[in-house]
């Protein structure tokens, strides 16, 4: 069976060639990797594959799952645990198997957030370039000590947990806000009301998926509930936010710090060098301009042990898709 690989990198191949070996042994799975990102124009390609492997900015619309369907594929692998980029009521109605990786080091996510936080707050990307320019100068470099301060966790599903554990460890008062609380949360942190984690937090971090329910939940009226100075984390997905009410929040100094790994508009930019490129996002650019806002290009989820866990979760699902089992990592519509 021909898997059609879609925004692959050398580090895709790699972890999906080992685990093909490990877990695939005895299938024939062949799969076929595709620098490119699978929209309308690039379907084609996968010909002759039963099932598409693809990552959070392939875009599996209408259109595209049509389009796939119609050249025989009947299976859509997600290396990623969001799927709000696949069309699944379009997917259930043309039977198409989905499934994702639900639970990959849920850790390597958290501990990315509390990398953006203490970079941004103790400035040690500006420290680094400085200290090897011989300039060993503290103006500029002024942080505040996280230990008492209030964090507010937006989703306390397993990144958000394993979050909030992280900043509980450091001495933080940890709130929680979820419609779903995970009952693991009530050791760590109190579960209050969205308004009350805005209005009483020192740093708020999203962990909550991007749907029709969250698009946008921070805009212009919920960062005006935040605490004036404040940090905003996400390691979520961009829609979750406003970029542009977050730009207007950070130049009436409303907004104290932003921390962002995912974007709204990434797909344009992300997983690809365009250092020589002009970039024509005005939005991300005059993010760009401030010296309180730190930006990684969706990198919460790269360490080697969740590329094999992801890996090692795909080929389990693919094999189920092949052998046309129950499979726990399906995705349906509704
Ligand atoms: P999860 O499904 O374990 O937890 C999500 C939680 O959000 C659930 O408890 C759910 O009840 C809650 N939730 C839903 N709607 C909410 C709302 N309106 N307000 C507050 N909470 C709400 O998911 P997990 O594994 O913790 O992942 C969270 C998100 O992290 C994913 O949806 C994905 O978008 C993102 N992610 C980012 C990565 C990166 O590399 N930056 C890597 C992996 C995931």
């Known amino acids: 069976m021909q898997i059609a690989v879609f925004s692959a990198r050398p580090y895709d191949r790699r972890f999906l060639e080992e685990a093909n070996q490990r877990e695939g042994a005895g299938q024939d799975f062949q799969f076929v990797y595709f620098d490119a990102a699978l929209d309308v124009h690039t379907a084609a390609l996968a010909q002759d594959c039963a099932a598409?492997?693809?990552?959070?900015?392939?875009?599996?619309?209408a259109p595209v799952l049509q389009a796939l369907h119609a050249l025989g594929v009947r299976a859509v692998l997600l290396r990623?645990?969001?799927?709000?980029?696949?069309?699944?009521?379009?997917?259930?109605?043309?039977?198409?198997?989905?499934?994702?990786?639900?639970?990959?080091?849920?850790?390597?996510?958290?501990?990315?957030?509390?990398?953006?936080?203490?970079?941004?707050?103790r400035h040690t990307h500006r420290a680094y370039n400085r200290v090897r320019e011989g300039n060993f100068m503290l103006d500029g470099l002024?942080?505040?000590?996280?230990?008492?301060?209030?964090?507010?966790?937006?989703?306390?599903?397993?990144i958000g947990l394993a979050t909030a554990r992280i900043f509980r460890g450091m001495g933080c008062t940890v709130?929680?806000?979820?419609?779903?609380?995970?009952?693991?949360?009530?050791?760590i942190g109190a579960m209050v009301e969205l308004d009350e984690l805005l209005s009483r937090s020192d740093i708020v971090s999203l962990h909550c998926p991007l749907t029709p329910d969250t698009q946008h939940?921070?805009?212009?009226?919920?960062?005006?509930?935040?605490?004036?100075?404040?940090?905003l984390v996400n390691t979520s997905r961009g829609g979750l936010v406003d970029t542009h009410a977050v730009i207007r929040a950070l130049k009436s100094r409303r907004l104290g710090h932003l921390a962002i790994d995912v974007y709204e508009q990434e797909s344009a930019l992300f997983f690809q060098d365009l250092s020589g490129e002009i970039i024509d996002d005005e939005a991300f650019q005059r993010l760009m301009t401030f010296p309180n806002v730190l930006v990684t290009g969706h990198q919460g989820f790269f360490t080697v042990e969740a590329l094999q866990?992801?890996?090692?979760?795909?080929?389990?699902?693919?094999?189920?898709?092949?052998?046309?089992?129950?499979?726990g990592n399906r995705v349906a519509a509704g």
Not at 89 to 101: D, E, Q, T
Not at 175 to 187: I, K, R, W
Not at 309 to 327: M, Q, V
């Open 52 to 61: 598409v492997c693809v990552f959070v900015n392939d875009r599996l619309d």
């Open 80 to 121: 990623c645990a969001g799927f709000n980029n696949v069309d699944l009521a379009s997917a259930n109605a043309l039977g198409l198997f989905v499934a994702r990786v639900p639970a990959y080091s849920p850790e390597a996510v958290a501990e990315h957030a509390l990398a953006l936080v203490m970079t941004l707050n």
């Open 142 to 158: 002024l942080g505040r000590t996280l230990h008492g301060k209030t964090v507010g966790i937006v989703g306390t599903g397993k």
């Open 175 to 187: 709130l929680g806000h979820d419609p779903y609380p995970s009952p693991a949360f009530a050791g």
């Open 217 to 231: 939940l921070i805009d212009d009226a919920s960062l005006a509930r935040m605490k004036p100075g404040a940090m």
């Open 309 to 327: 866990e992801i890996s090692a979760i795909t080929l389990g699902n693919l094999a189920d898709f092949a052998a046309g089992r129950e499979c």
